[in-house]
């Protein structure tokens, strides 16, 4: 099993949302994030205060799945989170030992998204 | 109402004079008066600031503070004089340009026991809201400069006329609007529609939810719009008389009225009485009842105000399933509510209450008179607002670019944010030198 | 005072007709004094709002919000006739019945200088208000519908009758009340004391933390308060004259002091100074001297104001420990603070300063009238309201179910969030024709 | 205008008595402009509790509400006295003191035309109002119980002193101060100066970026400042009158020019309106305008609004660089275009429109009388608030702990945080046995 | 070590927390977030605007323990988070290489939670 | 590769950014969080409700890196966010399987902080 993380652009999300739906993941969780990559920086200016933001909101999702959907995972993020300009964000794929459902106790592939009909 | 006290003032401007005749208590109400207008832009602000995303508020905001700077200036050297000097059928006269004409004899003006001169805020605040409810239509993709210029400009040669053809003796004096349902509120969402259709959808719109950020701020805005109302319905009585308490009460009932019919319509369709609506209703309701306050009873304000529920609920529910982005849904609103309101008006005036007859008086004529001054009203500023957008348009582009509206227009095209992190926030020096 | 301006009216009524008798300075003092009660409403919903978590902030602002309406309705067609019109000891007549009496000949009926009618709406905002208050016992557990139903009803049958008796003529008209201590705040304390218990606690109260969600509207709620409150209690002279003056200052001068008070208990305890508490402090105060504001001198209220920190300070520190789920603290702020100040109306008031002989001046009999009439009022609000809520209960539900209780009440009865989030919102369009 | 009113006030005081010779409509009026400066103070913690950041929201609006508070009673018992009692040149007397001297032969005293007690809460609001614009300089770094003792202090013997010198008949009565330019606005701006001299900057100053966290409550404030500073200006003339209406008039026009112009150097600047710093273009409006409301004509008013915005533009805007830590720019917003105010209305002041012949109508000696009351304001505000701080750090520390300045004074002194988080909440009951 | 992440509800958080320090669970960091698992959509409307809110509230938390932690820490939640209605949540547990107090610079089993009581 | 998580105090943010951006680390994403550690509770009371805040505020970073530059990166942190008292937070490191930049769909040392200039 890995935890796929993928950080992208919060006006992407719901695409992103519906490409992993129709690929059938369902289980994830989504955080607000600030991402600091090679993009160029915004000036604001409150008063006598001029800032540079180097930060940009951003969105970071989290996914555990059965090996088979990573990479159906990873597609579906890479099709529907990409504009082609700085700032689309990033894929990390860590291993994943465990995974517990608390409703149930049921652990690792039964707790996560089902494997993929009539599939390995 | 206003009409009625200005086209006598000629008669009157020459002989009153400050010290002599001031009637305290009049002047004491329309000095409340014109503050409880002017709050109406602030109120506005939060109305449809609450109403937009985070990324906007404070771009929508501004467009309607920004009016108490622009339009206010504007209308006190030029548009007051425009709309309200004793002129032709068409347009005032220039004698209040540049704010002249307000002293006699080293004395001020007094007319009708009020100071003269408070007429020029008075009057300005209703100016700088009309333009502020544009702005409605509008959210997430004008560029700021072209909204400037739109707002002095539509100001001047949109308002300024229309008032005159209402209130300053023009040709559409017969028309009972007491409080601005024609001049004010029909105007503004005519303006607002065209501007919608001439500026074209948000980019994302039809395809991403546009959700309010803020609920709180829009009862904020509009428990503080109907506190303003009667400064704006019951001060367009111009005394602190019988007119301006029965303005104040059918201000009162109206919207109270609205807002029963409303939260049953939402309770009727799914079962939830929403607050978002019931906001919308205090609105849909005030405006309603605007040209109508002085001239109808009580009864009449409150079928007025249940009535104006129903075209104004199914239109905003329907209006993002008709392809309009009219962002915050000033059509619907002021629109749909004001035209009923001023119709209406013409159906439940009353000789006993208003001084008028109405419809159900027998004088059917009224509503006709009414039907006259909103076509002329709708094709006037239809036509000024497009003329105008066009023109603006030959100078600067009217929106924003792709990627300033993807941004958010607050940090786009204000440098700012609502409600900023200082996480990440580098402070610049741009002179390392000074501070410690 | 209402009391002497509405005993005195029904010799009025046929005689003051519009136009004729008009006082424009207690006039234009009556339509402010209305449009500032009216605002309290909304500011209610903000000091209310402000208080609760998150999950039920737009509830909690509709259910005051929503009584401009409901109560509003029901008021002018019935409510404001079983109050105020000449009537028996008990209740009012049916004259102003449907908004019915106002004309007499053609003309505006005028009472005291001012149109008549305006009472209707300075008087709703009374009970509206009133109603709204009661909410805060019943955050977060009542469904709304139940709640429409009782507001309307209660209005009707508890706070009109009790209106009758203290100020429209009724069988406690002995007692001070100058703006309404015992009608308004009593009133509504002792009924969301009652709703509270039948109800029952909030499914999670006394195991989890019930924090308020956002504090600066909680200052935002009781700075308009108090800028309210002046047109609640100087209005209630129905003039603008000295009485007035005098009503304002105590207004001014009581909440200070109980701010002072409070904010130092504050500090001698744990040595910090909450804002919370310096917001509860001004609502205790202006609370105390709402019954005595036109009655009692200027030490006077400062000594009320200061004097009525303590009860309600200790018992709103306490009550989470009672286990009583009044959620808001409405007993402790309005219960005892307007008990308190319903007593000592009757000590502090002045033959020289409000025209009455209290305790102080050696006429302790007074403070026995007033005795009375709080307790008449509690025994009354307690029972009308308990009969209301069995009956409500007959039809339906009074409570939700525990399962939207877990979810909030914004979502769960209201179908919004008061700060939507639009990720992972997916837009739903029933004819997915329509949008571009 | 106070000075006016007050300096031949003692003429009247033994003559008027209630029940005679109210104006109804000059005391509505006053009533409700009372209310509106009350208002400010509540608008003004919206104003600064915006722009600070989130561990500091609560602290920052403490320190003006709780001024409503202690400010308030102190004003009532002993301020008012001293300002405005009948007394010598340097300060008035002791007949008002304790609330004493109000009654007259059992009535309440009148002077021209209004209930004399109510000039103590309409003073009271200045007072309070100028004491929290104080707070400005300083948030982040002073003790709670440090600022309760100054303002307490400050109120009594700088403002009070102040006051009577140029509006009680002092030695500076002939000084043109229509509202308060010199005795609100200069006062408080330089007691902030000194103060944030005194205190040091924050820890962070310099190194960190302090961002508002809340522009809209900043333009909310800003709102309802300019609302409640009609009652402040409009207020000052004592009477609903030409010049109530004229004052009233300037109060709209003035901030409407400054805000054209500060948004016209920001778009010259750097393309970007901002709406931190329209807000700030009101206040500055506001302020410049308060000293001339009343004897400048409305070119004037916009002549001076639209000055006004340059110092404070180009000061607030190089102020971080300067090393001076008046965290919210009172200095900036307050001092100069309160100063910039009070030498223009010597300039702009006109015999026909405010009785008084200025600058441009020859009389320049105006101008000096002008410079004069501002540098005696001046200094004597520098001279007393050095003193009254070095008084109470004799008594206890004036700065907080660093370390409470890191975690942020709402958690730190206060207890509280402006937007609590349930989560992690662990609800403590001293006494198991009481909740269920 | 591990790094046990779990996503829970928001309103049993409180119970989570006293059941981990009960289980002599110190260090943890807890983050709002929002999830999508099998549960029902809700639906709001806000004027004509329609929408299906697919993502309910949930806290994340991170827990960073030493090998004999696992166990205790992963029962704590089981045992305080279940309610046994979907959207309980989930337990991930991740493997940890490393781990530093920044406070002292200590490593691994000295930064996280201490061995237990005469334990391993 | 390696998945640096970082929980430090929010005033140190600015200067841990500036110490990452002086050692070449460029991409980087920022979390709110709230901790428990060792430290305090602090006492909050609204009107009669007293509660023990057990949570402190906290900012999250997380870095992919390639293996050279997890050393500096460390180093980095705990240079800038040490100011010696309780709360100073922690560092974790996680193995990183796989990093996918979306906008081109580089993989790994690609797609995270280049190489140190020069280095291995
Ligand atoms: N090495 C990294 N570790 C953690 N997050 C990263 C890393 N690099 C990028 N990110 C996240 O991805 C977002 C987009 O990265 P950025 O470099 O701006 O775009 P692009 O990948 O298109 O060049 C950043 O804002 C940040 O949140
Ligand atoms: N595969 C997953 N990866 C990441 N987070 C998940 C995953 N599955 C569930 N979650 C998180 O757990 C929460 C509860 O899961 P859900 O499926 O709704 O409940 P249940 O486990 O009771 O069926 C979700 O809201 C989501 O935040
Ligand atoms: N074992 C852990 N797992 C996850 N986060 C932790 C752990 N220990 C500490 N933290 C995070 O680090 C922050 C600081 O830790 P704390 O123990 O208070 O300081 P110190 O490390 O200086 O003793 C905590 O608030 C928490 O967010």
Request: without cysteine; neutral net charge.
């Amino acid at each position: 099993m890995k935890l796929i993380i993928a950080v992208v652009r919060p006006e992407k999300l719901n695409e992103v949302l519906e490409a992993l739906f129709k690929a059938e993941v369902r289980g994830l969780t989504i955080t607000r994030v600030r991402g600091h990559g090679g993009g160029t920086e915004r000036v604001e200016t409150y008063r006598g205060t001029t800032v540079k933001m180097g930060l940009y909101d951003k969105v970071k999702l989290e996914i555990a799945v059965s090996d088979p959907f990573v990479e159906p995972t990873i597609g579906a993020i890479l099709s529907s989170a990409r504009t082609g300009e700085v700032g689309d964000g990033k894929i990390f794929v860590v291993p994943l030992e465990r995974v517990i459902r608390i409703r149930t106790g049921e652990e690792n592939e039964a707790a996560v998204t089902p494997v993929p009909p009539g599939g390995a | 109402m206003k009409k009625l006290v200005w086209s006598t003032m000629p008669l009157v401007l020459g002989l009153a004079l400050a010290g002599g005749n001031i009637d305290a208590g009049s002047t004491a109400w329309m000095l409340v008066s014109t503050a409880l207008v002017l709050l109406m832009t602030p109120a506005l602000a939060f109305f449809y600031g609450g109403l937009v995303g985070q990324k906007n508020v404070l771009n929508t905001m501004m467009m309607s503070f920004i009016a108490l700077g622009f339009v206010g200036v504007a209308w006190a050297l030029l548009g007051y004089s425009l709309a309200y000097d004793n002129g032709g059928a068409f347009l005032g006269g220039l004698g209040y340009v540049g704010l002249a004409g307000f002293l006699r004899e080293g004395q001020m003006l007094v007319s009708d026991g009020l100071p003269s001169i408070l007429d020029v805020a008075f009057q300005g605040t209703f100016a700088i809201i009309t333009v502020a409810l544009i702005s409605g239509s509008l959210a997430g993709r004008m560029r700021f400069s072209a909204w400037l210029l739109l707002s002095v400009l539509w100001v001047l040669f949109v308002y300024a006329p229309l008032a005159h053809w209402v209130w300053g003796g023009g040709f559409l004096k017969g028309a009972l609007d007491f409080a601005g349902g024609t001049v004010v509120h029909i105007n503004a969402a005519v303006a607002g529609l065209v501007a919608a259709l001439v500026l074209g959808p948000r980019k994302a719109f039809g395809r991403v939810a546009f959700l309010p950020h803020n609920v709180p701020f829009v009862l904020l805005g509009a428990g503080l719009l109907w506190f303003g109302w009667f400064g704006f319905n019951a001060g367009s009585a111009y005394q602190a008389d019988a007119s301006a308490g029965l303005a104040f009460v059918n201000t009162f009932l109206a919207p109270a009225a609205t807002m029963v019919v409303w939260t049953l319509l939402d309770l009727g369709r799914e079962g939830k009485a929403t607050a978002v609506g019931a906001a919308t209703a205090v609105v849909v309701g005030l405006v309603a009842i605007t040209p109508a306050a002085g001239f109808v009873g009580p009864t009449g304000a409150l079928w007025i105000g249940a009535l104006a529920a129903f075209p104004s609920y199914f239109f905003i529910l329907a209006r993002p399933r008709l392809g309009l982005d009219d962002s915050l849904d000033v059509v619907g609103s002021h629109g749909l509510a004001g035209t009923l309101g001023a119709i209406l008006t013409g159906v439940f005036a009353s000789q006993d209450w208003g001084g008028v007859t109405g419809g159900l008086e027998g004088n059917w004529a009224q509503v006709a008179v009414q039907f006259k001054a909103v076509a002329v009203a709708v094709f006037y500023s239809a036509l000024g607002t497009f003329v105008l957008l066009k023109l603006i348009g030959l100078l600067m582009p009217l929106r924003t670019a792709d990627r300033e509206e993807a941004i958010g227009l607050d940090a786009a095209l204000h440098g700012e944010e609502a409600y900023p992190s200082m996480e990440g926030a580098i402070l610049v020096l741009d002179s390392e030198g000074g501070a410690a």
